[in-house]
């Protein structure tokens, strides 16, 4: 099975003066996994990301994403490497308020034609058979998300990180905001859609009543060794 990431004695310090922040001898995820990373609020969940994505480089050690050194490359390259590669579900959702549903989904497309050429059709049709799936009414999809509730905006930003096929999705305790029972109805079709596209997931999240819904689970304060000083 195709190796997705790998993490090889990865530290990360915010300055130089300061202890790591994260400190991981080795982590390994592949292709089509569910992965559960879980972990008390400030434990480094989010500054792993940052790596993962290519948002933040390594201070020591080498973070492999899809066969790619990003610590080898220029952040122009990491930025395209992320638009081509990787779909973002972020906790506040990130979306743009007085776009319209459609122009929010199809976004990551007129930054990245490696996923826009994955798409067959017309991104507008891509974009509704996603939130079709999603559960989205048909009604809302030229309105603005401003005008939407929390929970259809979270579809919408599930869409937007599945439109174009990225090879993993990255999803950073996007269900904070909705009741337990509402969790598990998205987690379950995020899932779906995720084996649809042949995408590996990483759902980041500091409750540990979801954990059940994941094939694998890893707790940050076990694979961290900077938080085990």
């Not at 990360?12 to 080795?26: E, G, M």
């Not at 020591?60 to 122009?76: E, M």
């Not at 459609?102 to 996603?130: H, M, W």
Request: aromatic share 6%.
């Amino acid at each position: 099975m195709a190796r997705v990431i790998e993490l090889t004695d990865l530290t990360f310090k915010w300055h130089p003066d300061q202890a790591p922040t994260l400190d991981i001898p080795s982590l390994t995820v592949d292709q089509g996994e569910h992965l559960f990373l879980k972990g008390p609020s400030g434990c480094g969940k989010s500054t792993l990301l940052g790596l993962l994505t290519g948002i933040n480089t390594a201070t020591s050690g080498n973070v492999v994403a899809l066969g790619q050194s990003l610590h080898s490359l220029s952040a122009s390259a990491r930025d395209k490497f992320r638009a081509d590669h990787i779909g973002y579900i972020f906790q506040q959702f990130n979306l743009l308020p007085y776009l319209s549903v459609i122009d929010n989904v199809t976004l990551p497309c007129q930054f990245s034609q490696v996923r826009k050429s994955k798409v067959a059709g017309s991104l507008e049709q891509e974009a509704k058979r996603l939130l079709d799936h999603l559960r989205l009414p048909a009604q809302l999809l030229n309105k603005p998300v401003i005008e939407l509730s929390i929970g259809q905006q979270q579809r919408v930003a599930a869409a937007r990180a599945l439109i174009g096929q990225p090879e993993f999705l990255i999803a950073d305790e996007p269900t904070s905001a909705l009741d337990h029972d509402n969790r598990e109805a998205f987690i379950e079709l995020l899932m779906e859609q995720a084996n649809q596209a042949h995408s590996t997931l990483i759902f980041v999240s500091h409750d540990p009543t979801l954990e059940s819904l994941f094939t694998r689970s890893e707790n940050l304060l076990d694979i961290n060794q900077a938080r085990a000083l």
